[in-house]
C-alpha cells in the first residue's frame, strides 16, 4: 500500500513549516535583545516553572520549593540565554555563509 502525497510524515514537516513561519518574527525579535533583558525575563517564568515542579513531582513544601526554585532560577535562566546566543550566532552564520570562525 503505497502513502500517497499526503503519506506519513507529510502533516509533520507541514506543521514544523507552519510553525516556522508563524514564530519567527517572535523568535527574531527575542534573540535582538540583550542578555541581560533576556535573563530578567526568564528568570521569574523559570522560578514559578521550578516551584511548580518541586511542589507536585517532588512533593516538597511550599517554603522548601521555593528556595530550591530560587537556587535553580538562576541556572536555568543563564543556559536559556546562552542557547539564545547561541542559535542567533548558528543563525547568522547560515544566512551568510561565513564558515565558523577559528
Not at 7 to 13: D, I, N, V
Request: aromatic share 14%; no cysteine; proline share 8%.
Amino acid at each position: 500500500m503505497t502513502a500517497g502525497r499526503r503519506g506519513p510524515g507529510r502533516w509533520w514537516a507541514a506543521f514544523e513549516a507552519w510553525l516556522e513561519r508563524t514564530t519567527r518574527p517572535a523568535l527574531l525579535r527575542w534573540e535582538t535583545l540583550p542578555g541581560q533583558v533576556q535573563f530578567m525575563v526568564t528568570l521569574p517564568v523559570a522560578i514559578i516553572l521550578l516551584f511548580l515542579l518541586h511542589v507536585i513531582a517532588f512533593h516538597l513544601s511550599a517554603f522548601r520549593s521555593f528556595f530550591y526554585s530560587l537556587f535553580w532560577g538562576i541556572p536555568a535562566s543563564v543556559i536559556v540565554v546562552a542557547a539564545s546566543r547561541n542559535e542567533a550566532l548558528k543563525r547568522g552564520r547560515g544566512r551568510d555563509d561565513d564558515p565558523p570562525p577559528e
